[in-house]
């Protein structure tokens, strides 16, 4: 199930407790607790990706149905939580803690790569254009700004500037 969809079940037995059987709640709670241990599972596995390198990869793993990023802010982002803690540990289901601060950083990473998709696009264009090389040359030092790190970028603009 769905966190958002998730989320729903669990405000409703936080606003009314007593209506649900308690096999109900720790069924919700253990459901819970697996979207948890999941994300947290994706998000240890894209930051692995992306300490190795493999950004792309990262990228992927955080994109894949249901996206990582939407998942996660479900799962912290409802009012009722600290209650909903409670429930679930009388119920005796423990809610593991979800790594959010891994989950910004990768959303800053996406962000970034937003942003150095759109400069590739850009270049492409003025390339296929075969707009003045001054264009290409200054979209290439925007991308090399966007991302130091990537290698490509330098080469090509050393190859555009010799």
């Not at 540990?89 to 950083?105: K, M």
């Not at 290439?140 to 991302?147: I, N, P, R, S, Y």
């Amino acid at each position: 199930m769905a966190a958002p969809q998730l989320v729903i079940q669990i405000q409703a037995i936080v606003r009314s407790p007593g209506s649900y059987p308690q096999d109900q709640i720790k069924k919700v709670a253990q459901n819970y607790a697996d979207a948890c241990s999941q994300a947290n599972k994706r998000l240890l596995q894209s930051t692995l990706y992306l300490k190795q390198g493999f950004r792309f990869e990262a990228l992927r793993r955080i994109q894949e149905k249901p996206a990582l990023l939407g998942e996660v802010d479900a799962l912290l982002r409802f009012s009722e939580r600290e209650q909903w803690a409670k429930l679930s540990n009388d119920a005796g289901v423990s809610i593991p803690r979800i790594d959010f601060q891994l989950a910004e950083e990768l959303n800053e990473l996406f962000e970034i790569s937003d942003v150095q998709r759109k400069l590739a696009a850009e270049f492409r264009t003025l390339n296929l254009q075969r707009s003045p090389l001054e264009q290409r040359i200054a979209k290439l030092k925007e991308m090399c700004a966007a991302d130091p790190s990537n290698t490509l970028w330098r080469r090509c603009l050393e190859s555009h500037t010799v």
